[in-house]
């Protein structure tokens, strides 16, 4: 089922949640609303589900204006931050609940539910209340629970935030791997960009109720729309200056071949990713400030130009810089992206 979010508007007083925010998901899709605290990802999330009004725009669902529906009569599954599981009601109760309300028949909802837990790896724990569950095995019975209505679109907000960072990883699998299973339509609020990455299909990077780009995974983090974007989706170093004819030359005078800009824009800076950099003869100007074991590799903190901070990681095996050491850094012109400020 196709969504379509049209130029949201929420204003709480004279602070706007929503300023105009627009994103799609096409049937089958996965796309995470990713960004800041505060940038409007749960707002854009309640007013699809209708717990909140906007003041103005559109959600349509399939084609259909979901905007004078009852959250109830929207067909949206949710699985919110905390599970929201009922704490009296066995697993198979929990997740039959929604089935129950539809007035589904008793036989036909023991076999729904048999169903969702064997989906959600949970079967033979039926019996069990959410008190006697992991985080783990929480989580994916509100999945379970959302997921035996067969919603035309399922909305989760931060689902797997209350897991440790080794449960969370293995997680992010499982549920990327269900949700290709089950084919539905899927939005989901994080902050962790990882989290993204891993889920979704396309990611909505959000800032002050805006959705500045919406893009796959390697389009938003290769081709940011804007410097924010550039700067919130992993490591990066952004140097300011003039380009002409393929050449960047930054404002410390270093001159650095790159493609033109694929987006028009009054102004960009040159952004360099920092894995992409490596030590050469010629190049970026820059001092060692100090280096950091980081388990997986070895990183170098750099004062680039005198004015820009960035951490590289440096080459396995090679000699490590000490404090105070000069020298210079390089990276192919393919590598280089002019992209726009904000």
Not at 35 to 46: A, H, I, M, N, V
Request: one cysteine or more.
């Amino acid at each position: 089922m196709s969504l379509e979010v049209q130029n949201l508007v929420r204003r709480f007083g004279r602070a706007a949640a929503l300023d105009g925010a627009s994103l799609d998901a096409q049937p089958g899709e996965v796309v995470a609303l990713l960004g800041p605290s505060g940038c409007g990802k749960t707002t854009t999330l309640r007013v699809i589900a209708g717990f909140e009004q906007a003041d103005s725009g559109h959600v349509l669902l399939g084609g259909q204006d979901l905007s004078r529906l009852p959250p109830h009569r929207r067909d949206i599954g949710l699985v919110f931050q905390d599970y929201a599981l009922f704490p009296h009601m066995t697993v198979a109760d929990n997740v039959g609940y929604g089935l129950r309300r539809r007035g589904m028949a008793a036989p036909a909802r023991a076999a729904r539910v048999a169903d969702m837990l064997e989906l959600v790896r949970l079967s033979g724990l039926e019996a069990r209340r959410p008190a006697q569950l992991s985080g783990g095995q929480q989580q994916r019975v509100a999945l379970a629970r959302a997921l035996a209505i067969a919603p035309r679109l399922l909305l989760l907000d931060e689902p797997l935030s209350n897991l440790d960072a080794r449960l969370r990883a293995t997680l992010q699998l499982e549920l990327r791997q269900i949700l290709s299973q089950v084919g539905t339509t899927t939005l989901i609020v994080t902050h962790d960009q990882e989290e993204a990455m891993a889920l979704a299909d396309r990611i909505a990077i959000m800032r002050q109720g805006r959705v500045l780009q919406l893009g796959t995974p390697r389009e938003v983090c290769e081709e940011p729309a804007t410097r924010f974007v550039a700067e919130f989706l992993g490591r990066a170093l952004w140097l300011e200056g003039e380009y002409a004819d393929g050449v960047f030359t930054t404002r410390g005078g270093t001159r650095m071949p790159c493609p033109p800009p694929r987006l028009r824009a009054a102004r960009h800076g040159l952004l360099l990713r920092p894995h992409l950099l490596r030590p050469a003869e010629e190049g970026l100007p820059a001092v060692v400030i100090g280096a950091q074991f980081r388990g997986h590799a070895m990183q170098v903190a750099l004062m680039v130009e005198e004015r820009v901070p960035v951490v590289v990681d440096w080459p396995h095996g090679a000699v490590l810089p000490r404090p105070g050491e000069a020298l210079r850094l390089w990276a192919d012109a393919g590598e280089a992206r002019l992209v726009a400020e904000d």
